[in-house]
């Protein structure tokens, strides 16, 4: 056992964070920690780093040898990355804080044993030396691992891209990883791309160390939790598997809650009313007084939290043709410098179109180019008929010195402020949160804020970029749910990978000067590992109420008819459960994809 934090509680003046917070981590754990934008999981992270005191409960740690990758990638201008790179962290740090320590015990005096103290504090010193001649080769090599050059070494921190800073602070992660028992990181993957997500995936997935992550990138947590822990109105539930392990259980605990509080007030009426009616024939008895006793025994079952959910609904307009975009040898260059060369592209009406690729290689050029925001050579047209929505992952629409309701009222009037709440409100933005200055708000509520305006138009192409940067999982879930539904085209530009299966059903990879298309989802275009597509005889089922299938992302509306076979019917576990499938008595044969059998030694 690394840590253990037992019924951790945590508030900031009359906020209660953390109300009842439990979690264990043993060597080898991959956990990720989830939960909605403010729930506290990154104020429990400080507190099992010892960043910050617990008001109540109990922390065991033991190991010190703990490595830490912070949500917000420093960006001063003071720093370089050498300087970052070699700032205390893991093993240095906690040799640095020891050394002070005796240090001090020292100048205190007293009855002290001078030798061991003495010995510690030459081990100690000789360590940190070889730290030091081992730190410059090791910090380039961590660079290179991240696919950063040495050259980025003398460059200040701010003169770097986003996600040039966050790979700087993730090969911190990798110069310290050899000497740590625990990685903890918080939101890792944020500004890095695809191929960067998919290194870290891998590395994690072959170090020794113990890892603990919170993290909104769903693929992500498919690929490396084994355990997952959800913060929710301050207390945790710990669920076994990855995130999507995770929604199927937690849907079915949701379900069975309410069963359970249903038929426990069921009850309580019915055994009220009995009490109620022997009073009535009998008042001179004690009969009812009795009956009301055992009411009073009843195991009192608490009413489930509403879950609150943002709604989205996207207003399509009258649709464009059927050809929405046409270009032909596009290409770009910037300083005379070539971004882009050669794109030709063929939008159709209702296509829902994912561009991904490494950072730098010209994604949102891309965007730029096809909004006429920058030129471009070669032929690009576009349909006269298209009525476009922008979103920008910048938010440069925000005026942040407003608050999200006065921006919302400058665009569809003064007088309109009910209706501007109410929007806001879809968006689980109230109270305070839509009258103070928007640059006091989180990442992930000025980007609601910038979807809201998104909607207020009616459109039939939009463009997106990054449109699920900052948000919490349910809101991405929200998000992609309205852009399924949506009647118009979309082209977006993301690295999420989830997103990119859920939504999209063309990729479009930008990649050495070249934006290179494939039909299908992001799975698809890569291929799952360890799966093969095999027949299998399937089930027949009728869906009587609309509902989605988080493992897939598919949604079924009323009407539908399912094919479930043996190997997919996990999927639709909650579903089933909830009658909201009908088997029909059909079967039919169908292909599914199931995880190679491992190969047995002979």
């Not at 001090?104 to 002290?112: H, L, P, S, V």
């Amino acid at each position: 056992m690394l840590i253990k934090a037992q019924s951790i509680t945590k508030a900031f003046g009359p906020l209660k964070v953390l109300k009842d917070v439990s979690l264990q981590i043993n060597e080898g754990d991959s956990i990720g920690l989830i939960g909605v934008n403010g729930a506290g999981k990154s104020t429990f992270l400080k507190i099992m780093l010892g960043e910050l005191k617990p008001d109540t409960g109990e922390l065991t740690r033991n190991t010190q040898r703990i490595g830490y990758l912070e949500q917000f990638p420093e960006s001063s201008h003071e720093y370089t990355v050498r300087d970052v790179l070699g700032r205390p962290y893991g093993h240095i740090e906690n040799i640095k804080r020891r050394l002070k320590e005796i240090e001090e015990i020292m100048m205190a005096g007293g009855d002290i044993d001078w030798n061991a103290l003495a010995e510690e504090n030459a081990n100690l010193e000789s360590q940190l030396s070889k730290c030091d001649m081992d730190d410059e080769d090791n910090q380039r090599k961590a660079l290179e691992r991240v696919g950063l050059s040495d050259e980025f070494m003398d460059r200040t921190m701010d003169s770097l891209s986003g996600g040039e800073r966050a790979k700087v602070m993730l090969s911190r992660i990798v110069v310290q990883a050899e000497e740590c028992d625990l990685l903890v990181m918080d939101e890792p993957t944020s500004h890095l791309d695809i191929d960067t997500v998919e290194w870290l995936e891998d590395y994690l997935l072959d170090s020794h160390c113990a890892v603990l992550v919170i993290s909104h990138d769903r693929y992500f947590l498919d690929k490396i939790a084994t355990r997952m822990l959800e913060i929710e109105h301050g207390k945790s539930r710990e669920y076994k598997g990855n995130y999507s392990d995770f929604i199927m259980k937690k849907m079915l605990d949701l379900e069975r809650a309410r069963k359970e509080y249903q038929r426990y007030m069921a009850e309580k009426r019915h055994q009220e009313s009995v009490a109620k009616q022997m009073y009535i024939d009998n008042p001179f008895l004690t009969v009812h007084k009795t009956r009301q006793k055992m009411i009073d025994k009843m195991d009192v079952k608490e009413k489930p939290d509403k879950v609150e959910e943002i709604t989205v609904k996207i207003q399509a307009a009258h649709k464009s043709g059927k050809n929405v975009l046409t270009t032909k040898d596009v290409s770009v260059d910037y300083s005379g410098k070539m971004i882009l060369e050669h794109v030709n592209l063929d939008v159709q009406k209702g296509e829902k179109i994912g561009i991904f690729g490494a950072n730098g290689q010209g994604k949102s050029t891309l965007l730029k180019a096809i909004l006429e925001e920058i030129p471009c050579k070669g032929e690009l047209w576009m349909a006269p008929g298209a009525k476009i929505g922008y979103y920008s992952q910048n938010h440069e629409g925000l005026d942040l010195k407003l608050s999200a309701e006065e921006q919302i009222l400058t665009v569809i009037g003064r007088e309109r402020r009910g209706e501007a709440r109410q929007m806001l409100a879809r968006f689980l933005l109230f109270g305070e949160d839509v009258e103070r200055p928007m640059s006091t708000l989180s990442g992930g509520q000025r980007a609601r804020v910038a979807m809201c305006l998104l909607l207020l138009d009616a459109t039939n192409l939009l463009i997106l970029d990054e449109p699920t940067n900052y948000l919490d999982i349910p809101a991405k879930h929200a998000i992609e749910e309205a852009l399924v539904e949506y009647d118009g085209t979309v082209i977006t530009v993301t690295h999420d990978r989830y997103f990119l299966d859920t939504v999209c059903t063309k990729m479009i990879e930008v990649k050495d000067h070249h934006a290179i298309v494939f039909s299908g989802t992001y799975s698809e275009m890569k291929g799952r590992k360890n799966t093969k597509e095999i027949v299998m005889d399937a089930d027949e089922y009728r869906v009587l109420s609309p509902f989605t299938n988080w493992v897939t992302g598919k949604k079924y509306v009323k009407g539908d008819r399912v094919l479930i076979a043996p190997a997919d019917q996990k999927s639709f576990e909650w579903a089933l459960n909830q009658g909201k499938l009908k088997k029909t008595g059909g079967r039919q044969r169908k292909k599914v994809n199931v995880p190679d059998a491992p190969k047995q030694n002979s």
